[in-house]
């Protein structure tokens, strides 16, 4: 085997075959990987695999073609199939001289990475399991071509059968699209089952979502290897068909190849049945396909059966959604997953909402309630403003799972009203994203317009009032707080006079200090010293952020009775003992501290437990910045700011936080290149390394033909 690998290898540099198929590889990569990694920045190398892979439609048949059909052609296979070698030997030195021809602008290509992870964060493991499956797929094609040249003494037909294959593989995931999409026949469905066995890309197209499965792997290497025997078969009928053997072996040779393809579809299909937590893994640097540890406590000790209907074929289900789901389902045998065909039950949902939904919804029921996702939820987007189109920008569906099934296995949903009127501050929709997901439904409410707050209120939210209270207003939110009822409190800096408002936090006994906190210590600030990260006081609100950091920008002090015998005060958030509160400024610039300042420390987040008359409590929670709440400030500290008012919420509606999961972004940010590192690298990577490897083909091409 040794010696026929050699005697390949050598033939494939001694020819100009081999240097033109590493030259355009290289070529394409070098173009795709200076557009989208040294222009665009984009942090992964995936991209440029997944560009430069419809080349092996090209390449391989031209790299295969001769390998045996120009050995049969001109009767040099019969040295071979005499040889004191097994055919299994023979196929497998071709095929390997093959494959390290692959190997060589793939091995060039890993290096890449390595280089990138130099200038920022950059998605390594996707893109090393993207690399794998590049390689594997180029084996498979290989494996592929290496088959139809052992069936042929043509070269041409070699080739245009391999290209013909190639692009059929390359095409599947499409066509088994299309078929599956053509009405509701069983006959379609389980065409496009078959068909998919053929589909190439999608196993590498999942390798380079940054899911690493066992299964896409399996299906390459055991294709690869079903490839292999087929050709080994091939040959052998060849070989004994002189013999006068031929009708024995070919009945032999088929039973062979069919026993095989059993065992290929059977080590496939079995694989399906594994939990994905055993056979997947991901690789993606923000851990967007993983469930975080508070989702595997919460459905581990689920005790209750949940049914989640997905609203599509299996054909045309969302497989990154899939993956979250099929992750759910093998952490407690309570969830059970089930598509349901909209096509052909286009009524199914009716009787669990009005609303319409769109296809890979997901409908979450217990025996007690049930609960709707949109597909449309399921991802976050943003507004592109250089194209001014609408992208996916993150992942949300872990988060909209999980507070779906809390919702339908708790009875109690907690309401709480937003008080309007005062042209308060809205929250972001990301933070009333949160509220949902933890089950917190939310109205807004003009004093002015009602008796008293109502009754069923769990709580209520005063978010930044830049007008004061009516007297009566006032009244009416004192008189609920009397009666034990909750507040979320955040006040803000304005001219006018507050009094009225002002009562209301007297209530609990609570100021604020004048002036704008400065910060001296320069690990509790962000870049400058009025952009706060402040201490974080363990307690229950505070438990699920005491592992990170919270951002406070431009925050004013919070003082409070200490003495106080009806109150219980417990600091949330506190600065430095070399804070101070500036009084009067210069401007954003200003940090030198002034004769008339306030010397800190400060407590910027504070809750309270005030004893009411009637020997009830009323809870409240102050935030002394309604900066903190917004998506710019947690986009500094990302996740934490929304974790604590999720956190802040669900302690004032008096049970444990539901675990309001964040949407996990796809974007790390991207890499920034120096315009003469991106010169260079184009150079280097679009001419000079092709172009040299072409200038060795060419010489040693002309070399062997004046011999």
């Known amino acids: 085997m040794i010696a026929i690998y050699k005697r390949e290898l050598k033939s494939f540099f001694h020819t100009f075959v081999g240097w033109l198929f590493v ?9 795709y990987f200076t557009v989208f990694n040294m222009y665009a920045g984009y942090p992964t190398i995936s991209y440029v695999l997944q560009s430069i892979v419809f080349l092996f439609i090209i390449t391989i048949p031209v790299l295969t073609m001769r390998t045996l059909a120009e050995e049969r052609k001109y009767r040099t296979d019969q040295l071979i199939l005499t040889a004191p070698v097994s055919v299994g030997r023979i196929v497998l030195g ?28 950059f998605q390594t493991g996707v893109s090393y399991a993207s690399l794998l499956g590049f390689f594997l797929y180029g084996c498979l094609g290989m494996a592929v071509g290496l088959f139809l040249s052992s069936l042929t003494e043509s070269v041409v037909i070699s080739a245009v059968l391999t290209m013909l294959a190639l692009f059929l593989g390359y095409i599947m995931s499409g066509l088994c699209g299309i078929i599956s999409d053509f009405g509701t026949s069983r006959i379609a469905e389980y065409a496009a089952k078959i ?37 080994t078969q091939s040959i052998q009928k060849r070989r004994y068909a002189a013999a006068g053997r031929g009708i024995k072996l070919g009945a032999y040779s088929i039973a062979n190849i069919l026993a095989a393809a059993a065992l290929v579809i059977g080590i496939n299909l079995g694989l399906n049945y594994i939990p994905d937590q055993y056979t997947s893994i991901d690789v993606t640097t923000n ?48 969830i059970k997953i089930e598509y349901v065909d909209p096509v052909a039950n286009p009524k199914f949902y009716y009787k669990y909402t009005d609303t319409e939904l769109m296809g890979n919804s997901l409908i979450v029921e217990s025996a ?62 990301r933070f009333l994203n949160a509220l949902n997901k933890e089950n917190v439904t939310y109205e807004t409410i003009n004093l002015k317009g009602v008796d008293e707050v109502p009754q069923d209120a769990q709580g209520i939210i005063l978010n930044a009032p830049v007008n004061d209270y009516s007297a009566e207003e006032a009244d009416k939110v004192i008189s609920y707080l009397e009666k034990g009822g909750n507040a979320f409190i955040i006040p803000t800096w304005t001219e006018k006079t507050m009094d009225n408002f002002n009562r209301i936090l007297a209530f609990y006994g609570v100021s604020m200090v004048d002036g704008v906190i400065v910060e001296n210590d320069r690990s509790m600030y962000y870049q400058i010293p009025y952009y706060l990260l402040p201490e974080i006081v363990y307690e229950d609100i505070t438990a699920k952020v005491s592992g990170g950091s919270v951002f406070a920008p431009f925050s004013r002090g919070l003082t409070y009775d200490e003495e106080a015998v009806d109150a219980a005060y417990y600091p949330l958030l506190q600065t430095s003992g070399d804070s101070f509160s500036k009084i009067e400024s210069a401007g954003a610039d200003d940090y030198a501290r ?18 009411t008359e009637d020997g009830g409590i009323s809870q409240a929670v102050f935030v002394a910045t309604e900066k903190m709440f917004t998506a710019e400030a947690d986009d500094v500290v990302p996740g934490y700011n929304v974790k604590l ?10 049970r444990e936080s539901s675990i309001a999961i964040p949407v996990k972004s796809y974007q790390l940010g991207n890499m920034a290149f120096r315009a003469g590192t991106i010169a260079a690298v184009n150079v280097i990577a679009v001419f000079i390394l092709p172009g040299a490897c072409l200038i060795c083909g ?5 070399k062997r033909r004046r011999k």
Not at 421 to 427: A, I, P, R, T, V
Not at 645 to 654: P, R
Not at 698 to 702: A, E, N, Q, R
């Open 698 to 702: 060419l010489v040693i091409w002309l």
């Open 23 to 31: 030259a355009a590889t290289l070529f394409m990569m070098g173009i």
């Open 94 to 121: 071709k095929y390997f001289a093959l494959v390290t021809v692959f190997a060589i602008p793939t091995v060039i290509i890993g290096i890449t990475p390595l280089l990138l992870m130099q200038a920022g964060t």
């Open 368 to 429: 007690r309630n049930s609960a709707v996702v949109n597909y449309g939820d399921i991802y976050a987007t943003e507004l592109n403003y250089a194209t001014y189109q609408s992208e996916v920008v993150g992942f949300d569906g872990e988060g909209q799972i999980v507070s779906a099934i809390a919702r339908v296995t708790k009875d109690d949903i907690p309401k709480f009203y937003m008080v309007a009127g005062h042209d308060e501050l809205s929250f972001d929709e």
């Open 594 to 611: 002034g004769e008339a300042d306030i010397d800190g420390p400060f407590v910027i987040a504070l809750k309270i437990e005030k004893s």
């Open 645 to 654: 008012f999720a956190n802040i919420v669900s302690s004032l509606a008096d």
């Open 195 to 231: 068909l998919y066995c053929f589909d190439m890309v999608g196993r590498f197209d999942a390798l380079s979502s940054g899911y690493f499965q066992v299964e896409s792997v399996a299906y390459y290497v055991t294709f690869t290897a079903f490839m292999l025997f087929c050709t």
């Open 287 to 334: 851990k967007i396909f993983s469930l975080t540890e508070d989702t595997k406590q919460m459905i581990g000790s689920l005790n209750e059966d949940v049914t989640i209907y997905v609203l599509a074929d299996e054909s045309s289900k969302d497989s990154d959604l899939d993956k979250i789901l099929q992750q759910l389902k093998g952490l407690s045998k309570h």
